[in-house]
């Protein structure tokens, strides 16, 4: 019984050129992935950083609230009719400028 081995001839480029396609996959994965998501979470935490009594905001459950209190990891909400929710900043997800979801008192 026979062995044959295949060998890719060798051109003597050799090393960087055999990891250039490797290389450009991940420069092209790290600005067009990478790179945007952690903008996305720097602009998410400097949003939660700013939230103050006053402002109206929508929570990642859906729920459209006034802040009354802000706390160090925590944030009450007011959800009208005298209903009030502590929640964590995290669970914050945007703001909202009308006021569609709450009730005047």
Known sequence: MNTIFLMAPSGGEGGIMDFLPLILIIVVFYFFMIRPQLKKQKEQKKF?????????????????AK?????????????????SITVEKSAISSDFSSSEGLQKK
């Open 48 to 64: 939660r950083e700013s939230l103050g009594a006053g402002d109206k905001v929508v929570t990642i459950g859906g729920i459209h």
């Open 67 to 83: 802040i009354t209190q802000v706390k160090e990891n925590t944030v009450v909400l007011d959800l009208g009719n005298n209903l």
